[in-house]
């Protein structure tokens, strides 16, 4: 199992950004997806899950509103899209799956939002 993420990097507050996760090694259209986020000294949490199909979506309520979470199947590509980011966004934002009863995770891609 391979999960790569892209798309962070610095933004303003109010800003966008849209981040990828490009995936292999399992069967990435039956398997649902997360996107996680860890802000330092805090435990990673749940931002967005998507079913395998895409037709049902969960989001945090930090985040509900204002994040999108999609995939596109036939890349094997699950994205974030973020909108009205706050200060309080800024994290490593992580990929991931659950296969078999385990967890995986990609390296994660850092959000900074800052002025």
């Known amino acids: 199992v391979q999960l790569v993420e892209s798309g962070g990097g610095l933004v303003q507050p109010g800003g966008s950004l849209r981040l990828s996760c490009a995936a292999s090694g399992f069967t990435f259209s039956s398997s649902a997806m997360r996107w996680y986020r860890q802000a330092p000294g805090k435990e990673r949490e749940s931002v967005a899950r998507?079913?395998?199909?895409?037709?049902?979506?969960v989001y945090a309520d930090s985040v509900k509103g204002r994040f999108t979470i999609s995939r596109d199947n036939a890349k094997n590509t699950v994205y974030l899209q973020m909108n009205s980011l706050k200060v309080e966004d800024t994290a490593v934002y992580y990929c991931?799956?659950?296969?078999?009863?385990?967890?995986?995770w990609g390296q994660g891609t850092q959000v900074t939002v800052s002025s």
């Open positions: 991931g799956t659950t296969i078999l009863l385990v967890d995986y």
């Open positions: 998507i079913a395998d199909t895409g037709g049902n979506t």
